[in-house]
């Protein structure tokens, strides 16, 4: 159920909390890579300015006690008294400043959340102000995923800028942490081991009790792995159990299995920008950019099934690229085009293919629940109409990497929307790759200058009404156009000990403040 919490007094008696998922991070570097299993876990370490609550998901004072508007483009933030980072130095505006400066870099990969911040001028000694090039109806949800690091601790470790996770070089910041958070860095062995400890020096341990001492995750990339060090006690959580065994864990008396509806849309992208995509069939031009070969691709994926066989029920068909819960979301835009293999057939003959055609479809292995059974599945389906797809999985650390650097050619996409705002995926998937994160997940390349200014238009619009109504416009072009394949939103299952107390959240990310374990 959303929103769930295991119901239970803790003790005050020293606890550990051992928990495990399929993919270790890629980094500690806080503002390199926009992933799920990064920011997970960089929020027990490193603290927003703003956090969204784990029951409304409405946002609500983190580091900043107050922000007000002083006019429709300057946001003025009020930081909490007495914070410090985990080495005793306090925070200040200018460690503020320079977070959201470094965001802003062009090795970041949180640019999406800084889209429309001019400059930051610091007011005193507690204050600063954000000021936006434009009216941002929805900057306060952006500060939610734009994390707060030490600016001496940086520059003293020549870390003043994030790490580029398409290249090799590391910074420190890769592999060392220094943040305002319940829990401090005090080991990372990468695939290995990670263990956090408790800071003594936060400042939410009266308002956040918590019997927590020390935190160990270990990834385990096999899922009758994780669900066997589950049943004998060995881990107390599980952030991504396999589907195959939740009925096991469920009638294991000690055990629960915690569901909610998250904001994750599982979609599929296509090079729509090289003349000829590489190991395909297909020589001196690309099929997709024929819309009735998307189209084809879309029709002969039997959803129902899918959601049947491969997800066990744990998936909600989707026409679009947001979720219900998500600001904009409509049910008109979601009306996904129906299963219809023979009509499939048709539309590749028209589009010149009547024996289908081969290309190479790359899929994560473990990034997702189900990921490579899914991409399995759909490459039968595909071959039943005549598209032979050549599967080719990667592990986490190098699939995203891979497809950033576009090469491609059909890939499988999990987005959240950490704002629970359309333009975040708008701006980060539909609008054409460019400068400030425009297009910066738009890995099929696909672009349409009309699209481009109606997404532009609800950055900027503060109507709210009238901005809805320019998100439904933008959702109903992309179901025209299928520039991408959605498939379904995630329900996500957590596993654990009867002994975690736990809130589940749309985002999938633990709430590190209210985590506390019952011995």
């Known amino acids: 159920m959303a929103g769930a919490v295991a119901s239970m007094a803790f003790s005050a008696q020293a606890s550990n909390f051992r928990w495990t998922r399929s993919a270790d991070l890629s980094s500690w570097d806080i503002h390199a890579q926009n992933v799920g299993v990064n920011n997970s876990v960089h929020r027990a370490v490193y603290e927003a300015l703003v956090e969204y609550n784990s029951q409304t998901q409405k946002p609500e004072p983190s580091l900043a006690t107050k922000w007000?508007?002083?006019?429709?483009?300057?946001?003025?933030?009020?930081?909490?008294?007495?914070?410090?980072?985990?080495?005793?130095?306090?925070?200040?505006p200018d460690d503020v400043k320079f977070s959201l400066e470094r965001a802003k870099s062009k090795s970041s990969g949180f640019v999406v959340y800084t889209q429309?911040?001019?400059?930051?001028?610091?007011?005193?000694a507690r204050t600063l102000d954000i000021f936006s090039d434009v009216p941002n109806p929805v900057l306060v949800n952006q500060l939610?995923?734009?994390?707060?690091?030490?600016?001496?601790?940086?520059?003293?470790?020549?870390?003043?800028?994030?790490?580029?996770?398409?290249?090799?070089?590391?910074?420190?910041?890769h592999r060392h942490a220094l943040g305002t958070g319940p829990y401090v860095l005090d080991s990372w062995s990468q695939d290995s081991r990670l263990v956090l400890k408790r800071n003594p020096q936060w400042w939410g341990k009266t308002q956040y009790p918590s019997n927590i001492t020390q935190a160990v995750y270990t990834p385990i990339k096999s899922d009758a792995t994780r669900t066997a060090a589950l049943l004998s006690g060995e881990v107390d959580f599980i952030i991504d159990p396999s589907m195959n065994d939740l009925q096991r864990i469920k009638q294991a008396p000690n055990l629960q299995?915690?569901?909610?509806?998250?904001?994750r849309t599982l979609f599929l992208g296509m090079d729509q920008y090289r003349d000829e995509i590489p190991q395909s069939s297909v020589k001196g031009k690309n099929p997709f950019k024929d819309v009735r070969v998307r189209q084809a691709l879309y029709q002969s994926i039997?959803?129902?099934?899918?959601?049947?066989?491969?997800?066990?029920?744990?998936?909600?068909?989707?026409?679009?690229?947001?979720?219900?819960?998500v600001n904009g979301w409509t049910k008109q835009a979601d009306q996904r085009l129906a299963f219809d293999a023979e009509g499939a057939k048709k539309l590749l003959a028209q589009a010149g293919y009547p024996d289908g055609f081969e290309f190479e479809f790359s899929c994560p292995a473990g990034r997702y629940p189900s990921d490579e059974q899914l991409c399995q599945a759909i490459s039968a389906q595909w071959a039943k109409v005549g598209i032979k797809a050549k599967l080719r999985t990667y592990p986490f650390a190098t699939y995203f990497p891979m497809i950033q650097r576009y090469?491609?050619?059909?890939y499988l996409l999990g987005w959240s929307v950490p704002t629970f705002d359309a333009y975040y995926s708008l701006q980060a998937l539909l609008r054409s790759p460019g400068g400030s994160g425009d297009g910066n997940f738009n890995l099929g390349r696909f672009s349409d200058p009309q699209q481009d200014a109606m997404i532009e238009r609800v950055k900027t619009e503060t109507d709210l009404k009238l901005r809805n109504q320019l998100i439904e416009k933008v959702l109903l072009n992309e179901h025209k156009a299928i520039s991408h394949i959605?498939?379904?939103?995630?329900?996500?299952?957590?596993?654990?000990?009867?002994k975690v107390s736990i809130p589940t959240r749309a985002d999938n990310y633990i709430d590190w403040r209210l985590l506390n374990v019952v011995n």
């Not at 429309?116 to 005193?124: A, F, K, L, P, Y």
């Not at 090469?407 to 059909?410: I, N, T």
């Open 144 to 173: 939610t995923e734009l994390r707060i690091m030490s600016k001496p601790w940086a520059v003293q470790h020549q870390s003043e800028v994030p790490k580029d996770i398409k290249a090799k070089d590391e910074n420190y910041a």
């Open 257 to 263: 299995v915690l569901e909610s509806a998250a904001d």
């Open 302 to 325: 039997d959803m129902g099934t899918i959601q049947r066989v491969v997800m066990r029920g744990l998936a909600q068909p989707t026409g679009t690229l947001i979720a219900h819960h």
């Open 407 to 410: 090469e491609a050619s059909v």
């Open 486 to 498: 959605p498939l379904f939103n995630l329900i996500t299952p957590w596993a654990a000990s009867k």
């Open 68 to 92: 007000e508007r002083i006019n429709p483009k300057q946001l003025r933030i009020t930081l909490r008294e007495g914070v410090t980072f985990s080495d005793g130095s306090p925070l200040t």
């Open 116 to 124: 429309g911040i001019d400059r930051i001028e610091v007011v005193n």
